[in-house]
């Protein structure tokens, strides 16, 4: 079964520190992998795709890296601000016709001043 | 505003009631999908219509549930006799045929809340 599993759940942190966000995921065969910002009561919203061949990608203070070996990603937000608090949830899909998307559960990230 | 809208953006109804969520995709994307949410966890797939043509139903959607997309724009979603399990947020997305892989572009969703 294909799954996506994000850790952690939940995460609280100062404004200003870094933190990193892991996604790992036994979809096969993979295409591409995305991560969406979700703020509470709104959908979800792009901030990177990664495909097979790609192991970084930077969407200003947001960067995601992809181990398509090990099937594993991580989103890494640098000086984090208060409106950095949502969910963020990581996608993977198998093929590029973007229909049969496998989503994780999300880490809540809390960003307190 | 150009993004994918729904409607209403809350709702409560009491159990065994029935309700209907509309969706209004992006206006150019060919493609709409229908998403259920609960608390705490990630979105899962419901339908997927290409144009009005419904393409793909998830085993999610029992025969309480029925999506409409009649003229290839707008979408609708009925629950018949709601539960309280159908408590929880309905996302709609949209997409068009050669855009960015996988890039769908959600809505602010529909929350359901059955007393």
């Known amino acids: 079964k294909n799954q996506v599993e994000q850790s952690p759940q939940s995460l609280i942190i100062l404004e200003g520190k870094n933190c990193t966000l892991q996604?790992?995921?036994?979809?096969?065969?993979?295409?591409?992998l995305r991560w969406y910002k979700q703020d509470t009561g709104r959908g979800p919203v792009s901030l990177t795709i990664?495909?097979?061949?790609?192991n970084t990608k930077s969407n200003g203070r947001y960067t995601a890296t992809l181990d398509a070996d090990t099937k594993q990603s991580s989103l890494h937000i640098t000086a984090s601000q208060l409106s950095d608090s949502a969910s963020y949830i990581c996608?993977?899909?198998?093929?590029?016709?973007?229909?049969?998307?496998?989503f994780g559960g999300g880490t809540r990230l809390m960003v307190k001043p | 505003d150009t993004g994918v809208s729904q409607d209403p953006r809350h709702k409560i109804t009491k159990r065994g009631q029935n309700v209907t969520f509309r969706c209004d995709p992006i206006?150019?994307?060919?493609?709409l999908y229908w998403y259920r949410q609960t608390l705490g966890q990630g979105p899962e797939f419901l339908t997927y219509?290409?144009?009005?043509?419904?393409?793909?139903k998830s085993r999610l959607l029992s025969d309480r549930f029925s999506a409409e997309r009649p003229k290839g724009s707008f979408s609708t979603l009925e629950i018949q006799r709601t539960e309280q399990g159908d408590s929880a947020m309905y996302l709609c997305?949209?997409?068009?045929?050669?855009?960015?892989?996988?890039?769908?572009?959600f809505g602010p969703g529909t929350r359901l809340t059955v007393l």
């Open positions: 997305a949209s997409s068009r045929t050669g855009g960015a892989p996988n890039e769908q572009f």
């Open positions: 996604c790992n995921y036994t979809v096969s065969p993979f295409s591409n």
């Open positions: 990664m495909t097979f061949s790609e």
């Open positions: 996608v993977v899909s198998p093929d590029n016709a973007g229909n049969m998307l496998t």
């Open positions: 206006s150019e994307h060919n493609r």
């Open positions: 219509f290409q144009n009005e043509a419904q393409l793909e």
